[in-house]
């Protein structure tokens, strides 16, 4: 089995099968992904198409002759999906004669053929012919139009003299409805005139939306038959198709939703790895995803980076092949108790400013961890209903404001539209960013990964407007500690606008989604300065950072 590949140590295999949502690769993944590493580097047809970008995978596995490791790249590498060292696809379907690659041409031709039928109206419009007809037309309506005008205006002065004659009014009425009928006759002339291009034009428009209508319906047709062919393996050795594991959910009458999966789903690593270790009777024991090569200009990659699995395509999945292992606990949901009176920095009958540990999660969400917002409905009881006013990610800390009463918040409310709270924040990058200028400001515009959330990718075009002040104000062994004043409030925007190469280029240290994992993330929300919502007293606040 050329796909198996050995791994010779004495390390000792986890006793839980990894979390691939959030995890710390195991050393044995990691003995694997440099095993996969030198395989790539000893390839040159491979790595040229690696170096552009490719998601890499490894599964750790207990075999009949001990321990080994299986390789997969997302999609395909080198226009391959079959490379014998990696694992195979679940489903093949790239086969040139196969029912996907004969239905996908189709598509295509209809793509073709849309895009002539486009080309021709466009050519219409800017025929000669076409262009003279719609030339003439206006001309010969306005000609008249102004003629009308001229006339109307000359009946018009006749009959503010007083005592004309009724057989001169008449025929200045006879005038009025002459000209009248002879507009009738210059625009119906007009349409006749229109006519062969208008019938044209429809033919055109008709035809396009025909085979749009068809494509629509073809290409879904092939995708939900796509994914019926991806049979899905469980670790209790159950079998599904693709179709199945995301057709989970009900509408709001009730009934099962055909949700087609999105494009791509199954090819990642994960699946691929843990689909022939099932086929092939192997024990999954740990897994890890990394990344290869340059990053994509919308999304933050490292070279050799460990990523988790995304959650859009491979959660549904994973969920569905993970079922019979013993998976670690998902961290995330891990959290520690704190006493919430050391945490209020200042607190009165309308707001309380709180420092939020580094953990702790803003507001309840998916994950098992107590939000600060429950823990302050706790520590209230039902005297107050607080009110988060803005949010900061779970995995950093420092000064938020919270609102105790309706009025407070809506009067807060305002001062956030209006940019009247001004926060900073405190963070040391992973390294010393090079060529950049002490102080600046970063405009890089951000949207939701939608294929990928929490991720947020720069979108110069879909993007929503993302402004960050920043600072370098030290350097300690080997980290750059810097300033940071948000002028917008996106969501991971400092995270981001500090490891985008068009930004600082160096991510914030322990920043796991877009930089490496550590201890904490190394973001601190240090100061805050508001208009108290009760007295107008400009209030301002400190909590110096504790790295």
């Known amino acids: 089995m050329d796909r198996l590949h050995p791994i010779h140590t004495t390390l000792e295999p986890p006793a839980l099968f990894t979390y691939p949502f959030c ?43 001990g321990l080994a490791f299986l390789a997969a790249y997302s999609g395909l590498l080198a226009g391959r999906n079959d490379w014998p060292w990696f694992v195979p696809p679940v489903f093949d379907a790239q086969q040139p004669d196969g029912y996907f690659k004969t239905h996908e041409a189709l598509i295509s031709e209809k793509n073709h053929l849309i895009g002539q039928l486009e080309e021709q109206l466009a050519a219409m419009y800017q025929d000669e012919a076409y262009l003279n007809t719609k030339d003439t037309i206006a001309r010969l309506i306005a000609q008249h139009e102004q003629k009308m005008r001229t006339a109307k205006a000359m009946r018009d002065l006749r009959r503010l003299q007083h005592n004309i004659p009724p057989e001169e009014n008449a025929a200045l009425v006879r ?15 007009c349409e006749e005139l229109e006519q ?39 670790a209790q050795g159950e079998e599904t198709d693709l179709m199945q594991i995301f057709n989970t959910g009900k509408n709001a009458d009730g009934q099962q939703q055909a949700v087609i999966p999105p494009a791509g789903s199954g090819d990642c690593c994960a699946p691929k790895l843990l689909q022939y270790a099932y086929q092939h009777h192997l024990q999954p024991l740990c897994m890890a995803e990394f990344w290869w090569g340059a990053s994509p200009k919308a999304e933050i990659r490292h070279h050799l980076n460990y990523y988790p699995a995304c959650r859009s395509k491979c959660l549904p999945i994973l969920s569905w092949m993970m079922q019979g292992l013993h998976v670690e606990p998902n961290p995330m949901d891990q959290g520690r108790e704190y006493d919430m009176d050391e945490l209020i920095v200042y607190e009165d009958d309308c707001i309380a400013v709180v420092n939020k540990p580094a953990g702790m999660p803003s507001v309840p969400g998916k994950i098992r961890r107590q939000s600060l917002e429950t823990r302050l409905r706790r520590r209230w009881h039902d005297d107050v209903n607080p009110l988060i006013m803005h949010r900061l990610d779970m995995e950093t800390s420092g000064l938020m404001v919270v609102a105790k009463t309706k009025g407070a918040h809506e009067t807060l ?11 900073t924040y405190i963070a040391l990058l992973e390294g ?11 405009a890089l515009p951000l949207r939701p990964d939608i294929d990928n959330r929490p991720r947020q990718l720069v979108d110069h075009e879909h993007g929503k407007e993302a402004i960050t002040e920043y600072e370098f104000i030290g350097e300690e062994k080997g980290r750059m500690r810097v300033r940071l004043h948000p002028a917008t409030g996106r969501t991971h925007q400092l995270r981001v606008h500090c490891a985008h190469q068009q930004g600082l280029n160096m991510p914030i240290a322990g920043d796991e989604l877009y930089g490496h994992r550590a201890d904490r993330l190394y973001l601190h929300a240090e100061t805050l300065t508001l208009i108290h919502p009760r007295t107008g007293e400009r209030l301002s606040f400190t909590q110096p950072t504790a790295f």
């Not at 005038?175 to 002339?189: D, G, L, T």
């Not at 019938?199 to 879904?220: G, N, P, Y």
């Open 413 to 423: 409310q305002k001062e956030f539209l209006n940019h009247q709270v001004k926060k």
């Open 432 to 442: 010393i960013p090079s060529g950049k200028p002490t102080k600046g400001t970063i």
């Open 196 to 234: 062969p291009w208008k019938e044209k034009e429809e033919a055109l428009k008709s035809k396009t939306e025909q085979l749009k209508h068809e494509r629509h319906r073809d290409s879904d047709a092939l995708q939900r038959w796509l994914f019926a062919q991806y049979r899905m393996l469980n």
């Open 175 to 189: 005038e009025s409805q002459f000209m009248k009928a002879e507009m009738r006759r210059i625009k119906k002339h």
């Open 23 to 65: 995890y710390e690769p195991h050393p044995l993944c990691k003995i694997a992904a440099a095993a996969v590493r030198d395989y790539i580097a000893s390839q040159p047809l491979l790595k040229e198409d690696a170096d552009k970008g490719k998601m890499l995978g490894v599964l750790v596995v207990r075999s009949g002759e």
